[in-house]
């Protein structure tokens, strides 16, 4: 199986801040790496695909980077409505289809 | 606007079984693999089981294997998750997604809105 390593699992930030999430693979995954935004009591959202695609419709501040097994969430200036819950997934090979754990971003 | 549809979930006894259906609209259903993805009370993303479009095949969690099922209903637009022997720790609500597949990657999009199981006594 193919581990996925989400790094911090919580982080506090303030409006404005640049803030970056990590995600490493146990191996090699190429660019199968995807972001998603979660908030509570909503379904989670797709912001990046293929490791650096934006998802349609989500705001240029959120910027996916990496590749193999080392993969970067960067969002340029948080704003209000980026408080949540972040997750990185591998879909290089199943099963499973592997999340990782989850940063909680939150106000400072 | 692809759309997806969840419904099913209820309150249930342990070793009850249960099943979700998940109705898609607004694309092809059947040329894409269909997942199933669950967020249990204060823990994270857990991928539950995957449906594939062409031959149907199926794949599974190792908490799950054994006792959930999932199948489809091209004609319907439909996938189901059946599931068996449910255990306290099933309790989650449960997310029908679709996943897309491009030349560099697959991803989940769109996602239902969720439907609760929940398993007590």
């Known amino acids: 199986d193919i581990q996925v390593t989400q790094s911090p699992s919580s982080l506090s930030a303030s409006v404005g801040d640049r803030v970056s999430i990590t995600c490493r693979a146990s191996?090699?995954?190429?660019?199968?790496l995807n972001w998603y935004q979660k908030k509570s009591g909503k379904a989670p959202k797709l912001l990046i695909y293929?490791?650096?695609r934006l998802q349609t419709g989500v705001p240029s501040r959120f910027r996916g980077s990496g590749s193999e097994t080392t993969f970067t969430l960067t969002i340029s200036s948080l704003q209000l409505e980026d408080f949540a819950t972040y997750y990185c997934?591998?879909?290089?090979?199943?099963?499973?289809?592997?999340f990782g754990g989850g940063t909680h971003v939150e106000i400072k | 606007e692809p759309q997806l549809l969840e419904s099913g979930g209820d309150l249930v006894q342990p070793g009850g079984s249960l099943r979700l259906s998940c109705v898609g609209s607004?694309?092809?259903?059947?040329?894409?693999?269909m997942n199933w993805v669950r967020e249990a009370p204060g823990k994270g993303l857990e991928w539950v089981s995957s449906?594939?479009?062409?031959?149907?095949?199926?794949y599974y969690a190792d908490s799950v294997k054994g006792r959930f099922t999932v199948t489809r209903d091209n004609a319907g637009n439909t996938v189901y998750l059946h599931m068996d022997s449910l255990r306290a720790e099933d309790m989650a609500k449960y997310y029908c997604?679709?996943?897309?597949?491009?030349?560099?990657?697959?991803?989940?999009?769109?996602w239902g809105q969720g439907t609760v199981v929940t398993v007590s006594s």
């Open positions: 997604v679709r996943e897309v597949r491009g030349l560099s990657g697959s991803w989940f999009d769109p």
């Open positions: 607004g694309f092809t259903f059947r040329d894409y693999t």
């Open positions: 449906i594939y479009a062409g031959e149907s095949s199926t």
């Open positions: 191996q090699s995954i190429g660019t199968y």
């Open positions: 293929s490791a650096s």
């Open positions: 997934q591998q879909t290089y090979s199943l099963p499973p289809l592997t």
